[in-house]
Structure formats: C-alpha cells, structure tokens
C-alpha cells in the first residue's frame, strides 16, 4: 500500500513538474503562429498620379488590433487603410505593423509619360501552323532604370485565327489578327499579322511603290507570284480590306483621299497575299515637329528664340511652347522666347501643334560670374555619319567663372546643325566648332576633317567591302570606314562570356590590373597589351567595333562609346548605315541597390553614395542563356534589334562632372544576366577579374526578395609595359619553369 501510495506521489510531482513545461511549449508554438503579411507580391509598379489597394491578412488573434501603415519616402502617399497613391518618381518600401509584428513591400513610381512600349514581331506574314515570336521593349525618353520584367499581350480582333502562348503567336485560320502588348498601365502600338492558308501552287507577294502618301497623291501597287505548278499574272485583284474611305483604287493605283490609314490584299482566286498598310497624310495637318533653340545656356535674365518647324511645311495649326520639366529655372515669355530665371539648372520644352509633340530640347541655366581665363572644349567622336550626332563638353578656368557656352561653327554650317551641345550631322563634309563665353573663345573641334587623303571607300558596295574583309591598319583607314559606316575591327560573332587569357598574374591571391595606358602621339590610337606586356591589338577612335575585347578596350581608352553606337535605345538596323552592326545604348546607370538590391556595389558609383557617374552600354552577343527574361537571341539580325543581358558598365565622369582621364581612376565592368554579376576589365587582352554579385554569390536571378550579391572584388594595379620590374621577373620565372619541367620530363620523372 505504502509502495502505491510513494508510486502515486511521484507521478503528481512528475505531473507538476511537466504542466508547466506544456503549458510554456503551447504558448511558445501558439505564439509562432502569429504572423501579418501583405499579399501583395514586390515589387509594386505604379505611375505619377495612380492608386493602388494594399491588402494583408494576420493570424486571428492580431485581426482587433490596429494596423499601421508607413512609407519610407515621399514619393507615395499612403492613408490608415493602405491605399497607395503615387506622388513622384521614386523607390519606397511600405512597411505595415500590426501589434509587434510586421511586412514590408518595394514600390516603384514611374512617369509613363517618358516611357513608350514598342511592339514588333520576327514576321508579319505567316501561314496556318506556322509560328512567330513577338517583342516588346520599353523605351524612356530620359535615363531611367526600367524595370521590365512582364509584357502582355492580346489579341484585340481576329482570336478565331491565332493563339497566343505568352510571347509566341500561332496561326490557326486564316484572317487577320490585331495584336497589343501593356505594361502596367503603358499600351502599345498595335500589330497586325496576316495569317494564310497554305498551297502547294501559288504565293503572292505584295508591295507598293510608297507606303505614305499625301492626299491626292498615287501609289503604284506590284504583285509577286512564286508558282509551282502552271500560273500567270492574270487575273489578280487588288482590294482595301479596311479604310476604304481613305483612299481607293484603279486597277494597281492607290490614290488618297483623306486622312487615315488604308490595309490592302492582292487575289488570285483563292490565292491572298501578305497585307501592306498604306498611310495618307492630310498636308494640311502638322505630322511632325522639330524643335530648336537660337541658345541653350543662359544666365540670369538672359532670353533666348525657340524655333519650331512644321513638317509638312505646308500644315496649318498654331505651335504652342510647354515646359516639361524644370520650371523653376526658365519662363516662357511672349510667343517664342524663354527667360532664364535665378538658379541654375536645366529645363526642358517640347513644342506642340494639336495632339503632335515634338523633340524635348534642354535649356541649361548657368551659374557663375566673369568671363573665364580658358575654356576646354571636347567632342565624343571625331568622325560621324550623316544621320547620327556628336556630343560636346567643355570645361573653364576658373570652375567659379560664367559657363554660358555659345557653340558656333567655324565653318561647315551647312553640313550639321546644332541642339544643345550636339551637332546632328546632315552632310558629308569637314565641321569646324568652337565654344564662346562673353569674349573667351575656346579650342576649335574638328569633325569629319577631309583634308587627310582620298577616300578609298567612295564607290565600295556592302557586299564588296565584307567579301574580303581585313582589319584597319590605322587612324586614318578607320575614319574613312566609318564615314561609310564599315567596321574596323573584328566582326567574329560575339558569345556572352568573355574569353580569358591563359595567363591572368596575381599578386598575393589578387588579380593585377594594368595600369599603363599607351596612346600613339596623336592620342588616336590605343595600343592593347597582353599579359606580358606585348602590344596585340591597336584600336583606332572613331572606329567601328563589336566585340567585348575590343568595345571594352575602346571605352577604357576613350571614355566613349565606338562609332557604330547610338546613345539611344532604340534604332533601326535597316535605316542605319552601320546595319546590322548598330549598336544601341550609352546611358546613365545608377546602380542604386535600393531599388535593385540585387546588384552588387560597384565602386565609388554615384547611386549608393559614390562620387563617380556610371554609363552603361550594350555587348551584342548572339544569345544570354543565364537570365529568363532575355531569351537567346543574335542581338542584330540586320532587320531588328533583340538587346539581350549582355552590357558594359563604365565611369565616365567625376563628382565634378568631369570626364575620367587618369586611368588609375576608371572602372569597367562586363555583365551577362543583366546587372546580376560582374567581372572588371583588367586593361589588357582577355583580362578580366573574378565574377563577384548576386548569383555568384547565391541568389536568385533579379530578385527583389532572394538576393545575396557578393562585394566588388579588389585588385592591385601594375604597369604591364614596366619591364624593368615586375614583367621581366614574371617571364623569367615562367620560362624556368617550363625549362625544369621540360628536364624533369627528359629525365622520366613526370
């Protein structure tokens, strides 16, 4: 009994002992389920002027109490129920606590005034079965970061005739299918894609001699039949499918009739052909704007004529004046004239004519006081074809002097003009620049000089050229290449990972960065090196270039982009001379790991704190397979331009905004997956560090959530061409080593 009761003892003490312990866990696992989250997934895109709902939900025992919703910055606002409304353009993180717990959310403002969404496709005409890709890009008329991560895309008439599977359409009847593709709240232009039943006898091609045409004015259509089997010309009807009030036709001749657009299909029986679109244009009605301006950097007070031309000349409708941006710094005062008002800093304006805009000009208003002691004027490029431009830059001394720049031709007036500080090139020909202060003139720039020799390329075809193609000997080769818009450098297609040199020195465990920089006395040439210090490669600028190598090495040494680039990001291969060797892009890159926490930390950039103004530019690969959103693609085919993930970063100015000279103080990096990882340009032939960033470092590819990118990866600078020290000893101890080797393998022990 007493054993019982001893046994019954202990299990109470047991029992107590262990209750609380219980009761503690359950706490503890109740507890953890407490949770708030917002349902929303980040980040949230949303433009100037837009609202946007915020939803979460909590465990049940945090729904009574209260939720508070705070952003970090201002360019949103956001009330107790977490409505959204967007202010500026800006990155905020949204943070909702509820009790002790919390979420949070990345939102991204934009203008989408100053984003237009281009929709093309590989091909407009196809068969039933066949299939097309369609492509989208979002373009900014300022440099902006775009975060383009998701287009979509609908049919809008013809649903019966194709399907859509994301970016890919496929023809199932025959018909015409209207497509569009948004982004956000941003529409595109409209597509149309003829879809024809496929034959084994018969395929007309239609065509027209013009495809605008004024009101009034005749266009001639032509029919193409390829035949298998026995067929003639006869018997082929042409017919306006939609717009029959715009135009009509007569046998082959279109002729206008009013404003509008015409779709026209040639028959042969049964036989459709491809649909062409014809527009008319009323003349009377403004198309298109120019806009320029008689200065482009003015002082306090100081006034200045805007000059907008109308196109066709002959449209009527009254041209009004809007300033876009910085209206702080100019007024606009009577009819055509701006004034700068205190300050300084830079507006831009736009002229319009009815719902026709033009071009965005920039009005620079200047600080400073006193005519400077010198003025140092520079120029991009030095040779430039007719349709492109060249960017100016300048410096005075002293920095606290007036910089209301004039920029005047010396001559050559009648082969460019000026806007801003570019000079458009319109004719081939010599330009002559210079920069004026009040009586301070600067250096004179000289663009497209012809005084250098005959041109050997004046009668030379595209095809002739690229038949026997070698590469330029010199400065002067390159000019003239360019000047028709042929390369000078290596054409080999460009693969997305850069090829490295067999040997890369290092110095206790860290990469050596060359620090010598070899320019022939013009400064027109640039001699590359290898990792002995060997010259194996001169690069020519104003040259045309292609490839990682030789781009890379053409920026580090100029500090701008080869001649076969567009500071654009957009650009035609067919209406450029360059063709399908157009390159696109040579904008501002924040690196701003706020709003992209994925990308690593470059150094000293201007986004993350820094001093130093990053530039971006594209590589054009044949395909970036490391990134889903860009899939593998020859980035020019000749016809479009699929941009891919492939792109250099690089300095380009100082705090100051001055232009990067010493190489001891430029930076160049090469990514492949868009931002994600880096590798830096070493500064000789197949030189490039150790990849640093986000997959690297194990990440998930532009992630907002999932990122862990890696830090920038030092390296130690040495002059290559220093033979005296480092090189020598290098070589020396590379080559006994290989003797020994040789002996030990003589003597059997290897």
């Known amino acids: 009994m007493n054993k019982i009761k001893r046994f019954l003892k202990l299990r109470l003490k047991i029992f107590m002992i262990i209750l609380p312990i219980v009761f503690l866990l359950v706490s503890c696992d109740f507890n953890s389920q407490n949770y708030v989250k917002i349902l929303q997934d980040s980040p949230i895109e949303i433009s100037i002027g837009s609202s946007f709902q915020l939803d979460y939900e909590c465990s049940s025992n945090l729904k009574e109490k209260e939720s508070i919703w705070k952003s970090n910055s201002e360019c949103i606002q956001i009330d107790e129920s977490g409505l959204i409304i967007a202010k500026d353009v800006g990155t905020a993180v949204v943070t909702l606590k509820v009790d002790n717990y919390s979420d949070s959310i990345n939102?991204?403002?934009?203008?989408?005034?100053?984003?237009?969404?281009?929709?093309?496709?590989?091909?407009?005409d196809i068969y039933v079965g066949e299939n097309i890709k369609l492509n989208c890009r979002l373009n900014s008329f300022e440099d902006q970061n775009i975060n383009d991560d998701v287009f979509n895309y609908q049919i809008t008439y013809g649903r019966e005739y194709a399907d859509l599977n994301n970016d890919i359409l496929i023809g199932k009847g025959a018909g015409i299918v209207r497509i569009i593709a948004t982004y956000g709240n941003i529409n595109s232009n409209e597509i149309v894609i003829t879809i024809h039943e496929r034959t084994s006898e018969e395929i007309l091609t239609l065509s027209a001699s013009k495809y605008?045409?004024?009101?009034?004015?005749?266009?001639?259509?032509?029919?193409?039949?390829?035949?298998?089997?026995?067929?003639?010309?006869?018997?082929?009807?042409?017919?306006?499918?939609?717009?029959?009030y715009f135009a009509s036709i007569y046998n082959n001749l279109v002729t206008g009739l009013s404003s509008g657009q015409v779709n026209i299909v040639a028959k042969k029986g049964d036989i459709i052909s491809n649909?062409?679109?014809?527009?008319?244009?009323?003349?009377?009605?403004?198309?298109?704007?120019?806009?320029?301006?008689?200065?482009?950097?003015?002082s306090s007070g100081e006034s200045a004529m805007l000059i907008a031309t109308k196109y066709p000349e002959s449209a009527t409708g009254k041209i009004t004046y809007e300033i876009t941006k910085g209206k702080y710094y100019i007024s606009l005062s009577g009819a055509n004239q701006i004034i700068a008002n205190s300050g300084g800093g830079i507006a831009t304006i736009v002229a319009k004519c009815g719902n026709i805009v033009s071009n965005e000009i920039e009005i620079t208003t200047v600080k400073g006081s006193g005519n400077p002691t010198n003025i140092s004027l520079t120029s991009n490029k030095q040779i430039c074809g007719v349709g492109d431009f060249v960017t100016l830059d300048y410096a005075v001394t002293p920095i606290s002097a007036s910089k209301n720049i004039e920029f005047?031709?010396?001559?050559?007036?009648?082969?460019?003009?000026?806007?801003g500080n570019k000079i458009y090139i319109t004719n081939d020909g010599p330009i002559c620049i210079v920069g004026k202060i009040g009586n301070v003139y600067s250096n004179e720039i000289l663009i497209n000089e012809t005084s250098i020799g005959d041109d050997p390329y004046k009668d030379i075809t595209e095809q002739e050229f690229y038949s026997n193609y070698s590469l330029a000997n010199n400065y002067i080769d390159a000019y003239y290449r360019s000047l028709h818009g042929f390369m000078s450098g290596s054409i080999e297609l460009q693969k997305q990972e850069p090829t490295l040199s067999k040997y890369m020195p290092k110095e206790n465990g860290l990469y050596l960065r060359n620090s010598s920089a070899n320019y022939s006395a013009d400064g027109n040439t640039y001699y590359v090196i290898d990792s002995y210090g060997n010259i194996v490669n001169e690069i020519y600028k104003g040259g045309g270039y292609v490839t990682l190598e030789e781009v890379a090495a053409y920026i580090f040494a100029f500090g701008e982009v080869p001649a076969n680039y567009t500071e654009r990001k957009t650009a035609d291969p067919n209406t450029s001379i360059w063709g399908k060797y157009l390159r696109l892009n040579n904008t501002y890159f924040s690196g701003d790991t706020i709003q992209y926490p994925y990308e690593p930390v470059l150094p000293n950039i201007r986004g993350c704190g820094g001093e130093l103004y990053y530039y971006e530019v594209d590589i054009g690969t044949t395909g970036t397979n490391c990134d889903p959103k860009y899939p593998p693609a020859n980035y020019n085919n000749g016809y479009s331009i699929s941009?891919?993930?492939?792109?250099?970063?690089?300095?380009?100015?100082d705090a100051n905004g001055d232009k990067i000279i010493d190489v001891n103080e430029k930076y160049l990096f090469y990514t492949y997956n868009h931002y994600n990882d880096f590798q830096e340009y070493l500064n000789y032939q197949g030189g490039w560090g150790e990849m640093f960033g986000n997959i690297t470092g194990g990440g998930e590819i532009s992630s907002s959530t999932n990122y862990n990118p890696t830090s920038y990866v030092q390296v130690i600078f040495k002059n290559f061409t220093d033979n005296s020290s480092y090189h020598m000893n290098v070589e020396y101890c590379y080559a006994l080593l290989t003797q020994i080797k040789r002996k030990e393998f003589l003597f059997g022990l290897c």
């Open 107 to 124: 939102v991204h403002v934009i203008d989408t005034s100053i984003y237009e969404l281009e929709l093309s496709a590989s091909k407009y």
């Open 408 to 419: 005047i031709f010396n001559f050559g007036d009648k082969n460019a003009y000026i806007i």
């Open 275 to 298: 649909t062409i679109t014809i527009k008319i244009i009323d003349a009377s009605i403004t198309q298109k704007i120019e806009l320029r301006a008689s200065k482009y950097y003015l």
């Open 212 to 244: 605008e045409i004024y009101v009034g004015e005749v266009a001639e259509l032509t029919c193409d039949i390829s035949i298998v089997g026995n067929s003639d010309m006869q018997d082929i009807i042409y017919e306006i499918i939609e717009g029959e």
């Open 643 to 653: 941009r891919g993930a492939a792109r250099i970063v690089y300095t380009r100015y």
